[in-house]
T-cell receptor
């Protein structure tokens, strides 16, 4: 049982390049989330999904797109990377849509955009 | 909207001393509150959560937190700090709006434990 995994762990991009971050969970969770973590800012929600085939915008969605074609996977895409997207990206999942549900986090992807 | 504020971005304690990390919340309805810990270069791990069942919540690794409605607080404590407690701690509240119950995080408190 791997929990939540993220690929890749590290990535360096040049401005304007594109990439996709992959999040996978093996807990059969319905809800999945992408957050970004910046120094002194805590974690902020980028996009989320409440089930296979559904996605929605969070607090800071600009410059990102997501897809949830399979229940276990949640992809985060950057079409044209900008230095402001340099951050640590965390994926999380939870099994149900109730406010007391624990979210399980992946180990993070550290992205640098030059 | 639900939000939390963590007082003190850095806290330093001696090994064996009391750990107190402060969190205040803002919510017009009863909140669902969480404390997460992040060890260096790792993801976040749940320490404990408050869901209105009891005001004193016990978590993992000897941590506990007390929900005080009158003070809108949910401070995290541990009686005796260990070196292994050095980490970043995040208070969070469940967003009860249209975000799939995502978490709204505080900015975090970095705990340093000195010998």
């Amino acid at each position: 049982n791997a929990g939540v995994t993220q690929t890749p762990k590290f990535r360096v991009l040049k401005t304007g390049q594109s990439m996709t971050l992959l999040c996978a969970q093996d807990m059969n969770h319905e809800y999945m989330y992408w957050y970004r973590q910046d120094p002194g800012m805590g974690l902020r929600l980028i996009h989320y999904s409440v089930g296979e085939g559904t996605t929605a915008k969070g607090e800071v969605p600009d410059g990102y797109n997501v897809s949830r074609l399979k229940k276990q996977n949640f992809l985060l895409g950057l079409e044209s990377a900008a230095p402001s997207q340099t951050s640590v990206y965390f994926c999380a999942s939870s099994w149900a849509g109730t406010p007391d549900n624990e979210q399980f986090f992946g180990p993070g992807t550290r992205l640098t955009v030059l | 909207a639900q939000s939390v504020t963590q007082l003190g971005s850095h806290v330093s304690v001696s090994e064996g001393a009391l750990v107190l990390l402060r969190c205040n919340y803002s919510s017009s309805v009863p909140p669902y509150l969480f404390w997460y810990v992040q060890y260096p270069n790792q993801g976040l791990q749940l320490l404990l959560k408050y869901t209105s069942a009891a005001t004193l919540v016990k978590g993992i690794n000897g941590f506990e937190a007390e929900f005080k409605k009158s003070e809108t607080s949910f401070h995290l404590t541990k009686p005796s700090a260990h070196m292994s407690d050095a980490a970043e701690y995040f208070c969070a509240v469940s967003d009860l709006g249209n975000s799939g119950y995502a978490l709204n995080f505080g900015k975090g408190t970095s705990l340093l434990v000195t010998p």
